[in-house]
């Protein structure tokens, strides 16, 4: 034989063998095979386990085709004696991998018409992940750090009181939606709070006034978010990558020596992300994000304790910086 038709034939063998479907086993009790004619009922994931049921065999398959797939499957349930096979998890073509890949569990009821089985025809055995799209929302908390930095020309308390703030907590939430596996996008938000009081004393008028600085500090974020999802070939952790700009602002409620005040301000923000979620049930997983949040206001509206307002242009040393990085934790619900 020809050196080329012998590489041919390897070729042949190698392609053959990567399209076909793979399955596992692990017997767990042995019965008889069904026999010819014998019907086994397909459940789908959200339906429940069957009562007084015994499992026989648990079954993996991967496979370049759904409907062959679940073929091989059935048959794999009915050699073992089993008259229904429960599907606990189904996952098409993705990123992760370009086939199909099924987890089934073959059971043995003592009398199945006593279950109340639907047969379910072949299309419709399983609850598929929609090709179209999924939800996924998130609510998070967790703490972030100020990256602006300390003016030189402040007081002492000023400069303390500023540090007393510069580490705080965080909450947000997005609600998003994926086309396929891989890119989504949605809209999010985002606050970082922070608070301070400090004694302070000054001189008006020539005579001394006592009293306390006090700052409460919300910087908020709101806007669509970009999202980039990667799976491990399980399916119960991904990596995220996620980009979002908006309106960021910052609102301060301010009082010094007794006299209060709020100070507002907006500007274009871009916020980057880097996510991890591990899944813990089938629509819910825990996860958490390492983020950067940039923005800098130029001006402010200014409101006093009367009710008066001033616009005020900030010079460009007096730029305000709203940027944190920060790490946050939380839950996630993907439909």
């Known amino acids: ?194 608070s301070d009081e400090m004694p302070m004393s000054a001189v008006i008028n020539g005579s001394i006034r006592e009293g306390y600085l006090k700052d409460q500090i919300d910087i908020w974020f709101v806007g669509p978010i970009l999202k980039g999802r990667l799976l491990t070939p399980s399916r119960k952790q991904a990596f995220l990558f996620n980009y979002s700009f908006g309106i960021a602002g910052e609102t301060d409620r301010a009082e010094i020596l007794s006299v209060p005040g709020i100070a507002k301000g907006f500007t274009l923000g871009h916020m980057f992300e880097l996510g991890y979620d591990f899944r813990v049930s089938r629509n819910f997983s825990v996860g958490a994000g390492l983020y950067y949040l940039l923005g800098t206001i130029r001006d402010v509206d200014i409101y006093d304790g009367a009710g008066n307002s001033q616009h005020i242009a900030l010079s460009q040393d007096n730029f305000e910086n709203v940027g944190h990085v920060g790490l946050s934790i939380g839950l996630r619900y993907n439909l």
């Open 1 to 194: 034989m020809r050196k080329e038709n012998v590489i041919f034939a390897f070729l042949a063998i190698l392609s053959l063998s990567a399209c076909s479907p793979k399955v596992t086993t692990t017997l767990i009790k042995a019965k008889a095979p069904l026999g010819p004619g014998e019907e086994i009922a397909v459940l789908q994931p959200e339906d429940a386990q069957p009562e007084d049921a015994v499992p026989l065999k648990a079954i993996r398959a991967i496979g370049p085709e759904y409907l062959p797939l679940l073929e091989e499957v059935k048959k794999e349930a009915m050699d073992a004696g089993a008259n229904v096979v429960k599907i606990t998890d189904y996952f098409s073509p993705d990123i992760a991998s370009s086939r199909h890949r099924i987890a089934a569990l073959a059971y043995c009821p003592g009398d199945a018409d006593s279950l109340r089985i639907p047969q379910i025809q072949l299309a419709e055995v399983l609850n598929v992940k929609k090709e179209t799209g999924s939800l996924y929302a998130a609510i998070n908390g967790g703490a972030a750090y100020l990256t602006a930095k300390i003016p030189d020309n402040l007081g002492n308390v000023e400069k303390t009181h500023a540090k007393n703030m510069k580490f705080s907590f965080t909450y947000g939430a997005e609600v998003s939606y994926f086309f396929g596996e891989s890119a989504g996008i949605g809209v999010r938000f985002h606050n970082f709070h922070t």
